[in-house]
T-cell receptor
């Protein structure tokens, strides 16, 4: 079974802090994604990566950055956390450009106070 | 840009009933269509993937179909159980795109 693991289930951070959300997949997938999920807005894509060190902006990249130094790991960085970044963050991976079946991690509930 | 709509937003049915969840999309050039289940406070679990050359997929009591010409997909759940209570989301990948575009989901409640 594909396993996508997010480093934390719950996080509480202060406004202005730099926050790192980590995601690891164990199936040699090329593509990795970060989404946030908010009530009434659904899932929105923040960033994705289709190869090591490659990244593309999604629909809502402002206030975020990402890092993919190794194929299995994709990190989401909140440069200076703000209260409007309080949300559920979901990491996903898929095998390749042609095989886009996505598998998700368990989610990280981030609260910025 | 692809838009995905799921109606209704919420559905309540008695245990044992067969039901259909609907998903519609604006761009018929959809490549893959995937159905997910999400339990409260959890991540998404992949249920079924319909690839571009396929029209339907089945897994146990679940059957998903895809009609690109009408821009619709349906998820059929047979003999519903209380454990089926969750939010069901559909998502599509456009041709030439890596990313999934999600609907906002249908929250299903199966009443014992």
């Amino acid at each position: 079974d594909v396993k996508v693991t997010q480093s934390s289930r719950y996080l509480v951070k202060r406004t202005g802090e730099k926050v790192f959300l980590e995601c690891v997949q164990d199936m040699d997938h090329e593509n990795m994604f970060w989404y946030r999920q908010d009530p009434g807005l659904g899932l929105r894509l923040i960033y994705f990566s289709y190869d090591v060190k490659m990244k593309e902006k999604g629909d809502i990249p402002e206030g975020y950055s990402v890092s993919r130094e190794k194929k299995e790991r994709f990190s989401l960085i909140l440069e200076s956390a703000s209260t409007n970044q309080t949300s559920m963050y979901l990491c996903a991976s898929s095998f390749s450009y042609l095989n886009t079946e996505a598998f998700f991690g368990q989610g990280t509930r981030l609260t910025v106070v | 840009k692809q838009e995905v709509t799921q109606i209704p937003a919420a559905l309540s049915v008695p245990e044992g009933e067969n039901l259909v969840l609907n998903c519609s999309f604006t761009d018929s050039a959809i490549y893959n269509l995937q159905w997910f289940r999400q339990d409260p406070g959890k991540g998404l679990t992949s249920l079924l993937l319909i690839q571009s050359s396929q029209r339907e997929q089945t897994s146990g009591r679940l059957n998903a179909s895809l009609d690109k010409s009408s821009g619709r997909s349906t998820l059929y759940i047979a003999a519903s159980q209380p454990g089926d209570s969750a939010t069901y989301l559909c998502a599509g990948t456009g041709a030439g795109s890596y990313q999934l575009t999600f609907g906002k989901g249908t929250k299903l409640s199966v009443i014992p």
